[in-house]
């Protein structure tokens, strides 16, 4: 036996990975509950004074691990042997004597201690066995703590663990087992979760994902609460995103046993973590990752007698930290179709398969490779099963339950908390997983999709910055790794529709302001975070009166007017006394996101500015409402003709134009955009527009300004990128999926023109 602190890294042939790991948390400034673990040689020591090893070696001869019946048949006779043999004397009177040592420790007799399996091929950089083995929690007594002990050294035998040692080809009796015994800390009493070290949907790695509940880990673990979920900046320990969870039910220590019972509806509509709860575990996992120098999935508690945080284990992320390369495979369906259920997603695929429901384990010979399984819960005894599926919908769950882990481990699309599933979808149905947005959804019928590959190491550099136009918050991690220098076009009109809902004047009379200023700083964070510290520019909002009206509790505060495009939009809003504190909400968020959270990399845009008079306004309102435009920047759309006329007056009192070709052709040829009668005449490589631009690109170098582009004509109108480089724009803004085609292209230009 050997106590954590005795324990290093290079252990673990000697204590297991999770022991090993432990023990080098107790180096660190990082809290660690007492214990002592058990070692290999005591396993080997079981197994041989019970002569079991040639046994357990016959019983997996010849095993079909794709055979789930005849899986379950040998594990079950190997589990039930080895908790059934004797305990040699010698070892028992170790287990014995070290627990006396840890309630000395704790000044305690027959202290209440959790007991947890650590292999010696678990929690290894390239393969976590994440949930393989057992885990007894609330033992008490010494010769429960030798019923728990053997109980570990059954569960190396469990069908999960047998399966997932078949996969990777690692040898049954080759893999070893130690205990780890520690301190029961009183999560019962408090709350409990889980931390990765990037996202664990995307591998973005300067995010820190935490899961919170109330009580146990257990119940989040096994998918049967959905948590709260919370996103930090790693840089600089911002806050990005809160998210509430239900949070149920909870598992807690009734009378020696682990009981699950209903969380209180107050305690529901309450995050299970303060800010500085969530900062000090932020702290410690960034503290773990540069320890191990790599991104780690820890597990943690919330001591509710003592109010302490505590690290129970920390193993190494095994999906995207074993990633090698630089592909980017993208999923894109070509065919649409009922949604039948939407859930939460997990990863960015899509499957296609029959409808497979299962309400229990036993029904997993009903399974067959390429269904989709569609249950309420999982936990590793599924994992058979899991394996074999084309996707994965359950019922409950959140981004790091049990579905979650393994699905992102074996590359499949998943839904978790997809609300009455199990009710909706027929069984031998063939349907759609779809996982490429943030909402994962079920859509009736196998759809047509399509898969793109990309080697970002092929992609070129350029002269001229490409940028992203971005919209959707929830996809910002995803396209972080895309090899441009940054973000030119943040909508925040979509943050406003997909993550708020209200009109902001209906906010501030249902006294939601603070609402939806959370709402929109979430979001706007998320995408400046993505790419931090590359330039975000975020353009305020820019509704026209008919959008606004769409808004929940819109209709009272718009106008009618006969041409919206053309009407209260843009600039003229943010000073109008009827909207200016709508615009304040937008200032404030801004301001939370540069300041509060150090995102200085974000850039404020006004669009639809008519006058050099109508900037002038909107700068002092931003200055008095806190966002001082001297220091954040801020940039001007350049979308209509006083906009181009009038460059040299606009850009004294702006930083930088950003040009929106689908307004400037409008204007300059008298458009209407939305017309399908007209639509032949829209044309953006019109001379007339092209003069604009060329006129814009040649006054704003002048006034020392930077001059981009975030209108469609890049990607869409042939020859109009050989035109903005011959015109000398300093950026183009594109969408992601036409990005790296962009880039493509004006290497090309460039090295052309250079040669």
């Known amino acids: 036996m050997r106590t954590l602190d005795e324990i290093e890294g290079e252990d673990v042939d000697i204590v297991g990975g999770k022991s090993a790991n432990l023990g ?38 010849e095993l079909d691990a794709d055979d789930v019946e005849d899986l379950r048949e040998r594990g079950d006779r190997i589990r039930r042997r080895i908790e059934s043999a004797e305990m040699p004397n010698d070892l028992e009177r170790t287990i014995h004597e070290a627990y006396r040592q840890l309630g000395e420790r704790l000044d305690t007799a027959n ?46 035998f469990t069908d999960r663990a047998i399966a997932y040692r078949e996969d990777r080809g690692f040898d049954h009796l080759e893999v070893k087992l130690a205990c780890i015994v520690q301190t029961m800390g009183r999560a019962d009493l408090g709350s409990s979760g889980v931390v990765f070290t990037l996202d664990p949907d995307t591998g973005f790695e300067n995010a820190v994902v935490i899961e919170a509940t109330y009580g146990l880990g257990e119940l989040l673990v096994q998918g049967r609460v959905d948590p709260d ?16 969870g239900s949070k149920e039910q909870r598992m807690v220590w009734q009378e020696g046993e682990n009981v699950v ?36 999935d820890i597990e943690w508690l919330l001591d509710g007698e003592r109010g302490e945080l505590y690290i129970v284990q920390a193993r190494p992320e095994t999906v995207h930290s074993a990633m090698t390369g630089r592909t980017i495979r993208t999923y894109h369906r070509t065919e649409d179709g009922p949604v039948l259920v939407e859930g939460v997603s997990i990863g960015s695929a899509i499957g296609t398969g029959s409808v497979r429901i299962l309400s229990e384990l036993s029904d997993m010979d009903r399974f067959e490779e390429g269904d989709v399984l569609v249950t309420d819960t999982t936990d590793p005894d599924w994992e058979p099963v899991m394996r074999k599926a084309a996707g994965i919908v359950t019922e409950h769950g959140g981004k790091t339950s049990h579905a979650a882990i393994v699905s992102r481990e074996h590359g499949l699309p998943a839904i978790v908390g997809a609300d009455h599933a199990m009710k909706v979808l027929r069984d031998g149905d063939a349907v ?23 080697e970002l190491d092929e992609i070129p550099e350029t002269e001229t910055d490409v940028m992203l136009i971005l919209g959707d918050p929830s996809r910002a991690f995803s396209f972080a790794h895309l090899p441009v220098d940054g973000v030119g076009l943040a909508r925040e009109e979509f943050i406003i529709t997909s993550s708020i809902g209200d009109h902001p004047l209906y906010a501030i009379e249902q006294g939601e302001s603070e609402r939806f200023i959370e709402g929109l700083r979430t979001g706007i964070a998320k995408i400046a975070a993505a790419f931090y510290p590359r330039e975000v520019v975020v353009r305020f909002s820019d509704f026209k009166s008919d959008e606004y009206r769409n808004l929940h509790g819109g209709q009272q505060y718009e106008p ?45 845009m006004v669009p639809f500015c008519r006058t050099p008079d109508e900037g002038q306004q909107v700068k002092a309102l931003m200055d008095e409402f806190g966002l001082d435009p001297d220091e954040s920047g801020v940039y001007v759309m350049a979308e209509l003709p006083s906009n181009i006329i009038l460059a040299d007056e606009f850009g004294e009192l702006f930083d930088g134009f950003s040009i929106g070709t689908n307004d400037l ?13 007209l639509a032949p005449l829209f044309q953006e490589d019109n001379e007339a527009v092209e003069r604009f631009i060329r006129s814009l690109i040649e006054t704003g170098h002048d006034a020392g300004c930077n001059v981009g582009i975030c209108g469609d004509a890049p990607s869409t109108v042939p020859g109009y990128v050989q035109f903005l480089l011959d015109a000398d724009i300093d950026s183009i803004s594109v969408t992601p999926d036409v990005v790296l085609e962009t880039i493509t292209r004006i290497a090309e230009i460039e090295d052309g023109r250079d040669n």
């Open 24 to 61: 080098e948390l107790a180096t660190l400034d990082v809290p660690v509950l007492p214990g002592f673990t058990t070692t290999a040689t005591a396993y080997d020591r079981y197994l041989s004074a019970t002569n079991l090893n040639d046994w357990i070696a016959n019983q997996l001869n």
């Open 111 to 156: 202290p209440a201690v959790a007991v947890r399996s650590s292999a010696t091929a678990e929690d290894l950089p390239t393969a976590s066995f994440a949930g393989q083995q057992e885990t007894f929690l609330n033992v008490s007594g010494e010769q429960d703590l030798v019923e728990a002990v053997k109980g570990c050294y059954a569960s190396l």
């Open 229 to 244: 979920r919370y996103i930090v900046f790693k840089p600089t320990n911002g806050i990005i995103e809160r998210e509430l």
């Open 261 to 296: 019972e209903p969380v209180p509806e107050s305690d529901r509509n309450q995050f299970a973590l303060t800010d500085d709860q969530m900062t000090s575990l932020s702290s410690y996992a960034k503290q773990i990752e540069n320890h191990f120098d790599r991104p780690m």
């Open 432 to 454: 759609t997983v779809d996982c490429t947005e943030a909402t994962g959804r079920v859509y009736e019928g196998e759809l047509a999709y399509e898969v793109h590959e990309e």
């Open 560 to 604: 009618h007017e006969a041409n919206p495009m053309l009407g209260w939009r843009g600039a003229s809003r943010y000073y109008d006394e009827q909207f200016q504190k709508a615009f304040e909400l937008e200032c404030e968020a801004l301001r939370r996101v540069r300041e509060d959270m150090g995102l200085d990399n974000v850039i404020a």
């Open 665 to 677: 052709t409008q204007l300059v040829l008298g458009i209407d955009r939305n017309s399908a009668k």
